[in-house]
C-alpha cells in the first residue's frame, strides 16, 4: 500500500530538549516536504527536498532543518524546540514537483512546554 | 501577505444539495490549482486539480471552476454525502516559481447536514 509514514504520531515535550520526527515514503517519490498546520493559518511549508541531498527552504524554516540522505526519508529536526512550535506537522511526497498531487502522512502533533 | 484565501472557515449544506466552496488568489502568476480534503486526525489528500489553460475540470461528483479574470475558484460537490464533511483546502502553483511549490489556503470547514 503506497503510504507516508510519520513517527511519532504524538509528543509531548520540554524546551530545548532536540527531537526528530521521521518520514519514510514507499513509493519512489522524489519531492517530499514538511508542513506545519496551525489553527487559523492553513498549512505553510516548512523545508522541502526535491530529491537525495536536495533541500530548500519553504515559508517557515526558522528552528527546523531536515535531511535527504536517502530518497525513502525525510526526518524533520528541532534542534532546540520552543513553545511557538507547539503544532501539527505533516510531511507529504509527490512523484517529483510540488504541485503534482501530494501523499500526506497522517500527521504528528507536537506539544511543547 | 495571505495569497491564497478561502473567505468562509465554514460551511453547512443539507445531504444531497450542492456544496460550493470558494477560493480567491491574489497572485497572477499562478496557473495551477488543486484542492485537498481533511478528516480528523488524517492527513489531507489530493481531490482534483484545474490548469489555467482550462476553466472546468470534472471528476464525478466534483467540479472545479476557474474564472482567471476573477482571479477565483470554486469546488461544486454535487450531490453531498455525509462523508463529504470535512476540511477542504485550496492550494495554488505558478509552474517554474520555486520548484513548483504550492500555497494553501486556510481551509473551509464543510458540514453536510442530515
Known amino acids: 500500500e503506497a503510504q507516508v509514514t510519520q513517527n511519532p504520531r504524538y509528543l509531548i515535550t520540554v524546551t530545548g530538549k532536540k527531537l526528530t520526527v521521521t518520514c519514510s515514503q514507499n513509493?519512489?517519490?522524489?519531492?517530499m516536504s514538511w508542513y506545519r498546520q496551525d489553527p487559523g493559518l492553513g498549512l505553510r511549508q516548512i523545508y522541502y527536498s526535491m530529491n537525495v541531498e536536495v533541500t530548500d527552504k519553504g515559508d517557515v524554516p526558522e528552528g527546523y532543518k531536515v535531511s535527504r540522505k536517502e530518497k525513502r526519508n525525510f526526518p524533520l529536526i528541532l534542534e532546540s524546540p520552543s513553545p511557538n512550535q507547539t503544532s501539527l506537522y505533516f510531511c507529504?511526497?509527490?512523484?517529483?514537483?510540488?504541485?503534482?498531487?501530494?501523499?500526506f502522512g497522517d500527521g504528528t502533533r507536537l506539544s511543547i512546554l | 501577505d495571505q495569497q491564497v484565501k478561502q473567505n468562509s472557515p465554514s460551511l453547512s449544506v443539507q445531504e444531497g444539495r450542492i456544496s460550493i466552496l470558494n477560493c480567491d488568489y491574489t497572485?497572477?502568476?499562478?496557473?495551477?490549482f488543486l484542492w485537498y480534503k481533511k478528516y480528523p486526525a488524517e492527513g489531507p489528500t489530493f481531490l482534483i486539480s484545474?490548469?489555467?489553460?482550462?476553466d472546468k475540470n470534472e471528476d464525478g461528483r466534483f467540479t472545479v471552476f476557474l474564472n482567471k479574470s476573477a482571479k477565483h475558484l470554486s469546488l461544486h460537490i454535487v450531490p453531498s454525502q455525509p462523508g463529504d464533511s470535512a476540511v477542504y483546502f485550496c492550494a495554488a502553483s505558478a509552474v517554474g516559481y520555486r520548484d513548483d511549490k504550492i500555497i494553501f489556503g486556510k481551509g473551509t470547514r464543510l458540514h453536510i447536514l442530515p
Open positions: 513509493m519512489n517519490h522524489e519531492y
Open positions: 497572485n497572477s502568476m499562478f496557473d495551477y
Open positions: 484545474i490548469s489555467s489553460i482550462k
Open positions: 507529504a511526497s509527490s512523484l517529483s514537483r510540488g504541485n503534482q498531487p501530494q501523499h
